[in-house]
């Protein structure tokens, strides 16, 4: 079966670059969300997409920015990164926003600020 | 707000052993719960779920059922197997509270030895 697909899955950055990460969903799901994972820590939710709108905003750093875009694929703009910019990024889409669907996650991007 | 608490680890077994990791959870709405596994290296695979109350979910050997009383929706298996070293988070999902991202456990990381 078709998986959340995310690229890069390696990024390299200096200090105070750009970064774009991409997401491209599971066929026919219409919702993206965005997720940072420290070292050892839980995901924590950043930003979500339903229908090309967003549609919930967590603990993003101005910073960030995200759309979604006519063929549901979504892309993280990162800008001025920062050391503490290095996680995991990873990508979950699902069919609606109904609370009883579950989230499927991509492979995820390894982000490292120098 | 909406919070996950679960045992943090590691937790060591030897192979065939009983396993539980503890979940309990408080949310503003009517959660639904899932438990998460991450293998070294990659991202979330989703394990199982349930959306309302009295609700098992089940998936290879795995098991957990939703407790509205006591907040709880603790990840049993009968016979754990090396393959089950990972990390696993129990998230719950709190649409009905108007949250889209799924809030996540701090993580219990399984260690299954032969």
């Known amino acids: 079966a078709a998986g959340v697909i995310q690229s890069p899955r390696h990024l390299i950055k200096e200090k105070r670059e750009t970064a774009t990460l991409k997401c491209y969903p599971i066929?026919?799901?219409?919702?993206v969300y965005w997720y940072q994972q420290g070292p050892g820590q839980d995901p924590q939710f950043l930003i979500s997409?339903?229908?090309?709108?967003?549609?919930d905003k967590g603990s993003i750093p101005d910073r960030f920015s995200a759309q979604q875009f006519s063929d549901y694929h979504s892309e993280l703009n990162m800008s001025s990164l920062e050391l503490g910019d290095s996680a995991l990024y990873f990508c979950?889409?699902?069919?609606?926003?109904?609370?009883?669907?579950?989230?499927?996650f991509g492979p995820g991007t390894r982000l490292t600020v120098l | 707000g909406n919070s996950v608490t679960q045992m943090e680890g590691p937790v060591t077994l030897s192979e065939e052993a009983f396993l539980t990791i503890n979940c309990t959870y408080t949310?503003?709405?009517?959660?639904?719960l899932f438990w998460y596994v991450q293998y070294p290296g990659e991202g979330l695979q989703l394990l199982l779920k349930?959306?309302?109350?009295?609700d098992k979910g089940s998936n290879k050997g795995f098991e957990a059922t939703y407790r509205k009383e006591t907040t709880s929706f603790h990840l049993e298996k009968g016979s754990v197997q090396v393959s089950d070293s990972a990390v696993y988070f129990c998230?719950?999902?709190?649409?009905?509270?108007?949250?889209?991202?799924?809030?996540f456990g701090k993580g219990t990381h399984l260690i299954i030895q032969p």
């Open positions: 979950a889409s699902s069919l609606g926003r109904d609370y009883s669907q579950a989230q499927y």
């Open positions: 066929p026919r799901h219409d919702t």
């Open positions: 997409f339903y229908e090309k709108m967003q549609s």
């Open positions: 949310a503003t709405g009517y959660p639904s």
């Open positions: 349930a959306t309302k109350a009295d």
């Open positions: 998230a719950l999902s709190d649409l009905g509270g108007g949250a889209d991202g799924l809030t």
